[in-house]
């Protein structure tokens, strides 16, 4: 008895060509719009506190950068 011919089971090129082409057919992604940092109220100018923990701590710092400085006393 010679085997069964499964429908399913090999389609042909042209089907394969089909199938991947109906991908194509969607639409287009459409963009995140990103995540938005918070906006920072430093302060512009320094007062007495400021100024003080500016000549104790700084120095101290392992790492000094303007960024660093900025973000850990609040100063643009």
Partial sequence: ?????DSKAAPSKKAKLENSNKGAKKAAKKWSKGRSREAL??????D???LD???????K???IT???ISDR???S
Avoid: C, H, R
Wanted: proline fraction near 13%; hydrophobic fraction near 45%; charge should be positive.
């Fill in 1 to 5: 008895m010679p085997p069964k011919k």
């Fill in 41 to 46: 109220q430093n302060a512009v100018m320094f």
């Fill in 48 to 50: 007495k506190a400021t």
């Fill in 53 to 59: 923990k500016l000549m104790t701590e700084v120095p």
């Fill in 61 to 63: 710092y392992k790492l």
């Fill in 66 to 68: 303007p960024s660093i």
């Fill in 73 to 75: 006393l609040k100063i």
